[in-house]
């Protein structure tokens, strides 16, 4: 894990961050000995997020398939 002094993370914030992105963490340490932890934030998505896709399928013929399904 990485540690940066607060003047590195300053002028090096794009490193910094692309750093904190690759490895999870990156620590920031001030002058007073205090240490920071800099961790991306995840990002949350529904399971049911899906992409559609392009089908050739009319809506009758969707409800068709699901009653046939349901008889079953």
């Known amino acids: 894990m990485q540690v940066y002094t607060y003047s590195e993370a300053r002028q090096k914030l794009a490193v910094v961050l692309e750093q904190a992105e690759n490895t999870g963490k990156v620590l920031i340490r001030r002058k007073d000995g205090r240490t920071f932890a800099l961790m991306p934030e995840k990002i949350v998505t529904s399971p049911l997020d899906v992409p ?3 089908a050739n399928i009319t809506s009758k013929e ?3 398939i699901v009653r046939e399904g349901r008889e079953r």
């Open 62 to 64: 969707i409800v068709d």
């Open 52 to 54: 559609s896709i392009k």
